[in-house]
């Protein structure tokens, strides 16, 4: 990397040309069954954006999750989303206010605490949609996400973040279920070309299907990474160190 390359990026550790976030949803049980150990073996650590419901049928595996260096983050209490999706029409972001949405995030909040002993310092948009309300009515919460966590992470975008530009409250992140080790190995060597910070979003790790990473895939992904020019580290560190490096210096 460049002189110029540290001058712009200075939140990338010196040597590095690429920082990537590996995020999962939901508290799946392949989060702790397949994937853990895959990052463990290549010393990872992720950020896991959990529901408390799913969180609390393994409460004991996630609280070694933590002990592991993994981030815990807030995906909401209810995973609300739009109604065009069958699974959301009895809890649509149509008929969300504003405070209706702020209690569920917040309590979110205070059931991560309570079952893992941690405080999430930041948080996942359920679908990556950040609306609510319809028509002339409708309108964005992520303002309330920004005063509550150091960032929010959307998901299926189709970039990766500019870390001199990129706004923490709603950052870019690639939806990866279902892409092989290629694609994968693809999104980071496009990072590293413009020294970008790369954030990949996944559900469930195992053998395939819906929603899935193939475990195979991660592997490959995770050798990838463990070469010098990458910086890998959860969400929070990642936004953490780019919020010093945009600080005014007095």
Same mark, same amino acid.
């Given at each position: 990397?460049? @002189?110029s390359d540290n001058m712009r990026h200075p939140f990338l550790p010196e040597g590095r040309r690429v920082a990537v976030s590996?995020?999962?949803?939901?508290?799946?049980?392949?989060? /702790?069954?397949?994937?853990?150990?895959?990052? @463990?073996?290549? =010393?990872?650590?992720?950020?896991?954006?959990?529901?408390?419901?799913?969180?609390?049928?393994?409460?004991?595996?996630?609280?070694?999750?933590?002990?592991? =260096?993994?981030?815990?983050?807030?995906?909401?209490?209810?995973?609300?989303?739009?109604?065009?999706?069958?699974? *959301?029409?009895?809890?649509?972001?149509?008929?969300? *206010?504003?405070?209706?949405?702020?209690?569920?995030?917040?309590?979110?909040?205070? @059931?991560?605490?309570a079952l893992v002993g941690v405080r999430p310092s930041t948080f996942a948009y359920p679908c990556g949609q950040s609306f /609510?309300?319809?028509?002339?009515?409708?309108? *964005?919460?992520?303002?309330?996400?920004?005063?509550?966590?150091?960032?929010?992470? =959307?998901?299926?975008?189709?970039? *990766?973040?500019?870390?001199?530009?990129?706004? /923490?409250?709603?950052?870019?992140?690639?939806?990866?279920?279902?892409?092989?080790?290629?694609? /994968?190995?693809? @999104?980071?060597?496009?990072?590293?070309? =413009?020294?970008?910070?790369?954030?990949?979003?996944?559900?469930?790790?195992?053998?395939?299907?819906?929603?899935?990473?193939?475990?195979?895939?991660?592997?490959?992904?995770?050798?990838?990474?463990?070469?010098?020019?990458?910086?890998?580290?959860?969400?929070?560190?990642?936004?953490?160190?780019?919020?010093?490096?945009?600080?005014?210096?007095?």
């Amino acid at each position: 990397m460049s @002189q110029s390359d540290n001058m712009r990026h200075p939140f990338l550790p010196e040597g590095r040309r690429v920082a990537v976030s590996l995020t999962f949803d939901d508290a799946r049980a392949s989060h /702790l069954d397949v994937a853990a150990p895959i990052l @463990q073996a290549h =010393g990872m650590r992720a950020t896991f954006y959990v529901l408390p419901v799913p969180l609390g049928h393994r409460t004991d595996d996630w609280r070694a999750m933590v002990g592991s =260096g993994h981030e815990i983050g807030n995906h909401s209490a209810t995973h609300p989303c739009s109604a065009n999706f069958a699974f *959301s029409t009895g809890n649509a972001l149509e008929d969300y *206010s504003e405070g209706r949405m702020e209690a569920d995030i917040d309590r979110a909040t205070r @059931q991560v605490e309570a079952l893992v002993g941690v405080r999430p310092s930041t948080f996942a948009y359920p679908c990556g949609q950040s609306f /609510l309300g319809r028509g002339v009515s409708r309108r *964005s919460y992520v303002p309330l996400v920004a005063r509550r966590f150091l960032a929010a992470r =959307g998901y299926g975008s189709e970039t *990766s973040n500019d870390p001199a530009r990129c706004d /923490l409250a709603h950052l870019e992140a690639f939806a990866i279920d279902g892409l092989d080790a290629e694609a /994968l190995v693809a @999104q980071v060597e496009e990072g590293a070309a =413009g020294s970008r910070w790369v954030i990949l979003a996944a559900h469930d790790v195992g053998g395939g299907g819906e929603q899935t990473v193939v475990a195979r895939a991660l592997a490959r992904l995770c050798r990838r990474m463990t070469e010098d020019d990458v910086w890998v580290a959860p969400v929070r560190e990642v936004a953490a160190r780019l919020r010093r490096a945009r600080a005014p210096v007095s």
